[in-house]
Structures are given as C-alpha cells and as structure tokens.
C-alpha cells in the first residue's frame, strides 16, 4: 500500500457519467471507496440517481450529482467549472467515455490550475491527428490504459508513451463469491435445473460478437442438447440477435436476460461464460467470472489475452470464429474436471493480480506522477 505524509495528501475530483452499474462505474466505486478508507479527500461527480450515485452515498462519500442531456451536452461544461471551482481539486480524473473524456477535460483546463488524468477503457483506434493532439495532448496531463492493447492503440495514434500508465482494473472478488439459492436464481432466468449454461455478460452491440457464439450454438447443441445462452445485458442489436437465433432454430435454447444487477449471484449457475467480442480493451465481466471460478471462452482482441491465460483460466479463440467457439465451449462442457480446475486459476489470478488494492496504488502512483509534472 501507498503511504503519504500529510503534506503528500491530494484531493481528487472523480467524474464518471455512465449511468448503469457497468464495468467503468464499478471501476470508479472501488478507487473512490478505498481512497476514502485510507482518508483522501476525494469527491465524484456522477448522474443523478445512478447507481454509483446511490453506493457512494451510501458509503458516504462526497457526490456531485448532475443530469445532463448527452455525449454533446455543452451546458455541462459550465456546470462542472463550478464545481470544480467550489471543491477546488488538485486531480480531476475522467473516467467517462460518454462527452466527459473531452468536456469534463475542457472545464478543468479552464477552471485554472488542477491536473487532469484520464482513463482510457476501449481499444478502439485512435487516429493521429489535432483532435487527438488536443483531446490526449492539451486537454490532459496523464493517460490510465487498463490493459496493454490499449497502451498499443495509443502509441499508435501518436501519443507519447511517457504520458500513458498501464493500471489495469480490478474487481472485488468477493462479491462474486456468493452463496445463494441456485434453484431459485435458475427459476427468475427461466433455467431448468439440469440445463448447463453458457453465458454472455456485455451491451447487446456489434463489437461484442454475440452474433458468433449464436451460429456456434448449433455446433454446440449437437453435443449438448441442455444447454441455454444467457444472453445479459441491453443494445441495440438485441432485435437482430432474436431474429438470428430464430433464423438458427435456436431460439428456444437463448434467454435474452435484459440488464441484471445481481451479477454475482447468477454467475454461481454459470457453466462457461464467453466473450466473444471482436474488439476489447479490457472485460470486466471477465474478471467478475474468474472471481466466481467460471472458466472462460474469450477471443483474443485487445486486453483479452492479459487476463484470460489459454489453457490456464480459459480458453482464447480467434475473434469473429463462430467454429473455434463452439469448439471451445464443448471441449469445456465435456469435462467438469477442466472447468473446476480453470476457475480456480481464475480465481487465484483475479485475487493475486486484479485486486482493488493494485488498482488503486496504480492511481496513486500516478496521480503523484502527475502532481510533479
């Protein structure tokens, strides 16, 4: 743990504008919770009555709650210069991909002299360029990638690599180890008690591949002719998915299980969990399985392969391969032995590496780094 003297002790700014309790969210909750234990002055600005809005509150840690009006909401820019002007923060660390990374970033530089750190969670290209010159460069002082491929990313978009820190995220493992009724979590899901299950945790949209695990499923029904796709999560592709799984005959063997808060209580049920996206920076959902010793299928994009070690915790596959899927989910669901031993690894990774204690050493660390520029 990072000890600080008095004269050390920073006052931190976290703005973070997702408004459902998602992987990012979460990121936040955690930093903000364990600097508060170790008594920083910190504070978050978030939506009004989020979730993260609500654990914050009740941990009691200091909410700047706002509404805003989207990624382009230019009135925000105002709203937070006051804030920032009442709370005087020497850190303002952006973790919102939504509008915040560049209008959260624009209030600080014009709020006068505060750092500004921001996180980076996807793996998307970053084109070199003013706008990237401006948003990476002016706008901030110090860039958190959670995984190595985004570091990539960013170096490859002409962002020095002196400026980017690698802190990979972190869950609270505990939270995924739960004991609960698994009769009565398959009943709310609509699971039999002797269907296996294979499940999918992310945004119903085009990047995270569901499309190729649903035309592996034939494949994998073949074999195993109990098994449901539970599909968690909300987007914009969930109408194309149903007609897919219709298309495929399959239709009876998915659950479209919506958007769920009691991750850690259906992951006790979970067979296999699958991530087949075909871009990733770094899957929270990921970590929550390898907590709860689910083994893994995940396609080898972005951070994916910095967490999900082949042949150890699970299973990598070449992305948007609907066969090495299947291949994968099978070869796990014809041995219990293998997914017994693969989550335990998992476990022990989550717990030994992506813990919240590292991940908010990270910040620090950085944070002071940034202080000194």
């Known amino acids: 743990m990072i000890n ?55 941990e009691g840690i200091p909410v700047f709650p706002v509404r805003y009006r989207g990624d382009l909401d230019l009135s925000l820019i105002p709203r937070l210069i006051r804030m920032l002007s009442d709370y005087r923060p020497r850190i303002v660390h952006i973790h919102s991909r939504r509008g915040a990374d560049t209008l959260g970033a624009f209030a ?24 990237t010159r401006i948003r990476y460069g002016w706008l901030c002082d110090r860039i958190v990638a959670v995984s190595g491929g985004i570091v990539k990313e960013l170096v490859r978009g002409g962002i020095p690599e002196e400026k980017i820190s690698l802190v990979y995220s972190a869950v609270e493992a505990s939270d995924f180890q739960v004991r609960t009724d698994a009769a009565k979590v398959r009943a709310d899901l609509g699971l039999d008690l002797q269907d296996s299950v294979v499940a999918v945790i992310a945004q119903l949209i085009d990047r995270k591949g569901h499309r190729f695990l649903l035309r592996g499923a034939p494949a994998i029904l073949a074999r195993h002719n109990k098994v449901k796709f539970l599909l968690l999560g909300e987007g914009e592709t969930e109408s194309k998915l149903r007609n897919l799984s219709r298309e495929l005959d399959i239709e009876e063997h998915v659950i479209f299980a919506g958007y769920r808060d009691n991750i ?39 951070g994916m392969p910095e967490s999900v070690l082949h042949g150890i915790n699970g299973i990598l596959v070449p992305p948007r391969d609907s066969k090495a899927i299947a291949d994968a989910v099978i070869e796990l ?9 693969m989550g335990a690894e998992g476990r022990r990774i989550v717990e030994d590496r992506f813990n919240v204690k590292n991940m908010v050493d990270g910040n620090l660390a950085l944070y002071f780094a940034a202080m000194k520029l």
């Open 4 to 58: 600080m003297s008095p004269e050390e002790k920073i006052k931190v700014l976290h703005i973070e504008l997702g408004k459902r309790r998602l992987g990012g969210s979460m990121q936040v909750f955690y930093l903000a919770r364990e600097m508060k234990r170790r008594q920083m002055d910190i504070a978050v600005v978030c939506p009004d009555q989020s979730p993260l809005h609500s654990m914050c509150e009740m």
């Open 108 to 131: 600080a530089r014009l709020a006068g002299e505060v750092k500004v750190v921001v996180s980076r969670r996807v793996d998307n290209p970053v084109k070199p360029g003013i706008f």
């Open 264 to 302: 850690g209580e259906i992951l006790s049920i979970v067979d296999v969990l699958v991530h087949p996206a075909t871009m990733e920076g770094f899957a929270n959902c990921v970590l929550q399985a390898m907590a709860a010793q689910v083994p893994v299928v995940a396609t080898s994009v972005g």
């Open 333 to 341: 669901l014809n041995d219990a032995s293998l997914r017994k031993n």
